[in-house]
C-alpha cells in the first residue's frame, strides 16, 4: 500500500483500557506527526519526530505516549483516557523539515477514537 | 510561539463565483505558508503552498499570495465548481522547525 496508513480505522475504549494507534509511512519520509482533530481545535500538533527522535512535544498529556522505533512507523501509546479524547488521530508524514525548511506533509486516514 | 488566524470560518459560494480565504499570522521570522484542503470524511492534502521569497503563486483555479509585511495571506479560488466544496486550512511553518501551525479551517459551500 502507498502512502500513509493507519490502523485502527475505528476504536472505542473504555476510560481503563489501554490500546495503541498506528501509523506507517511507505514515502521515505524521515519526520513523521501525530495530529488530533476534534471540533474544538481543528488540527493540534500533538508530536513530532524527525530521524526517529522527538523533536516536539505540544504540551500533550501523559496519558499520551508516541514511540518511533524507526523512520517508517509510528505508534501511539492510549491509556486511562477521557471522554474529552474523542476525535479523529492523524498521522502525517514529510522530508526532514529541520532548520525552518519545510515540505509538504503527507496525511494518513485517521483513527476515529472514542472514549466511553 | 507562532498564532494563526483564519477567516471566515464559513463561505457560501454560487458555483462560478471566486472565493477568498484569509490568514494572519504573529511571527515575521515565518516563511513557508501552505494550504491544505480536507473534503467530508477524508484526510488532509496540499492545495498550494507558498515561501517567503515570493508574493504570489498560481496553479490553475488556485492562487496565494502573501503580504509579509502586514502578515497575511490569502487563498483565492476562481470559477468554483460543486467538488470546490470542503474545509480549507491555512498553514504556518514555524521559524524554528519541525512545528506547522494550522488555523481553525474556513468551511467552503459551492451551490451549484
Known amino acids: 500500500e502507498t502512502g500513509v496508513t493507519q490502523t485502527p480505522r475505528h476504536l472505542v475504549m473504555g476510560m481503563t483500557n489501554k490500546k495503541s494507534l498506528k501509523c506507517e509511512q511507505h514515502?521515505?519520509?524521515?519526520?513523521m506527526y501525530w495530529y488530533k482533530q476534534s471540533a474544538k481545535k481543528p488540527l493540534e500538533l500533538m508530536f513530532v519526530?524527525?530521524?526517529?527522535?522527538?523533536?516536539e512535544n505540544n504540551s500533550v498529556p501523559s496519558r499520551f505516549s508516541p514511540e518511533c522505533p524507526n523512520s517508517s512507523h509510528l505508534f501511539l501509546h492510549l491509556h486511562t483516557l477521557q471522554p474529552e479524547d474523542s476525535a479523529l488521530y492523524l498521522c502525517?508524514?514529510?522530508?526532514?523539515?529541520?532548520?525552518?525548511?519545510?515540505?509538504?506533509?503527507?496525511f494518513g486516514p485517521g483513527t476515529r477514537l472514542t472514549v466511553l | 510561539g507562532e498564532n494563526v488566524e483564519q477567516h471566515p470560518s464559513t463561505l457560501s459560494v454560487q458555483e462560478g463565483d471566486s472565493a477568498v480565504i484569509k490568514c494572519t499570522y504573529s511571527?515575521?521570522?515565518?516563511?513557508?505558508f501552505p494550504w491544505y484542503k480536507q473534503e467530508l470524511g477524508k484526510r488532509p492534502q496540499l492545495i498550494i503552498d507558498?515561501?517567503?521569497?515570493?508574493g504570489e503563486k498560481k496553479d490553475q483555479r488556485i492562487a496565494v499570495t502573501l503580504n509579509k509585511t502586514a502578515k497575511h495571506f490569502s487563498l483565492h479560488i476562481t470559477e468554483t465548481q460543486p467538488e470546490d466544496s470542503a474545509v480549507y486550512f491555512c498553514a504556518v511553518g514555524d521559524p524554528g522547525g519541525f512545528k506547522t501551525i494550522f488555523g481553525a479551517g474556513t468551511r467552503l459551500f459551492v451551490k451549484a
Open positions: 511571527d515575521s521570522a515565518s516563511n513557508y
Open positions: 502525517a508524514s514529510s522530508q526532514d523539515s529541520s532548520g525552518g525548511s519545510y515540505n509538504e506533509q503527507f
Open positions: 514515502l521515505g519520509h524521515n519526520a
Open positions: 507558498i515561501r517567503s521569497n515570493v
Open positions: 519526530y524527525s530521524l526517529e527522535e522527538r523533536v
